[in-house]
């Protein structure tokens, strides 16, 4: 059994050594705490997972809502894609710990055996081993909300209904966030990922699950689950940020695009 699943992109996509990265969290923090500060405090987001550089600024304005809900949030739900390994629906780890520059976080036992008898629940250590899109939100949940147990999912070939199944049962109360991990559009001119990335920050707003894909979101399955038990809870999905890499820190005749939303308790 795998007892601690190492950093996989610390000093490539965000800083492996501690005191830098707790500098740049807290630098994209500081830049988005202003708005932050006059909204409630969110059940759940969305947020992009790329290089910190890229992203960053985007993310920060979801986990920048987070600060109030330090002394409530116990355990983190969270949910990315499976980037590198084809998982038969829903990957979770044998580890017990998630290391981090920031230290250690704990995989909440209990969260997992309250999902593990639904059948697309396996236990995959290669799909977390190099998996990037739950590892790079860790840094900053552990900056804004200290101390917390972790449920970590990597979505592969699943339904949308199969992940909000899962968010159902963990969705708990005031102790629980859930934190959903994905990018946009990928690799076209900054012009038409603006033009896709649009119509997939409506579809979420909207509640139309149906109309979102792997090509417009690398995350979707994901994003769909909890756009799908919003629509069943009655809870608005709220547009934080809405950006590509051209108007971060790349060229836009290629970009990755990148959103953050809220959605409230």
Do not use: N
């Not at 520059?101 to 799909?127: H, K, N, Q, Y």
């Not at 990335?197 to 909207?206: M, N």
């Not at 109309?211 to 809870?235: E, P, T």
């Amino acid at each position: 059994m795998q007892q601690i699943r190492s950093p996989a992109v610390a000093g490539t996509f965000y800083p492996a050594d501690p005191v830098r990265l707790r500098s740049t969290v807290a630098r994209f923090l500081a830049m988005a705490e202003e708005t932050a500060q006059a909204s409630s405090a969110p059940k759940a987001i969305i947020v992009p997972h790329a290089g910190y550089v890229y992203s960053g600024p985007v993310a920060a304005h979801a986990f920048a809502r987070l600060g109030r809900l330090k002394d409530s949030v116990q355990r983190v739900v969270l949910v990315g894609p499976a980037h590198y390994v084809r998982v038969p629906g829903i990957a979770v780890p044998s580890a017990r710990v998630f290391m981090t520059p920031l230290g250690p976080v704990t995989v909440d036992e209990a969260g997992l055996a309250a999902v593990m008898d639904l059948p697309w629940l396996t236990v995959d250590d290669e799909a977390h081993r190099r998996e990037h899109s739950l590892e790079v939100q860790l840094p900053f949940l552990q900056t804004v909300l200290g101390t917390f147990t972790l449920v970590p999912l990597a979505v592969g070939d699943a339904e949308p209904g199969q992940v909000a199944e899962v968010l159902d049962r963990l969705w708990g109360g005031a102790e629980t966030l859930i934190v959903i991990s994905s990018d946009l559009s990928h690799y076209h001119d900054d012009a038409t990922a603006k033009e896709m990335d649009a119509e997939t920050a409506d579809a979420i707003e909207r509640g139309d699950a149906a109309r979102l894909d792997g090509a417009h979101a690398c995350g979707y399955l994901g994003i769909a689950g909890l756009v799908q038990l919003c629509s069943r809870r009655g809870l608005a999905i709220e547009r934080l940020d809405l950006r590509s890499s051209g108007d971060t820190a790349g060229s836009r005749r290629e970009v990755v695009g990148y959103g953050a939303w809220a959605i409230g308790g």
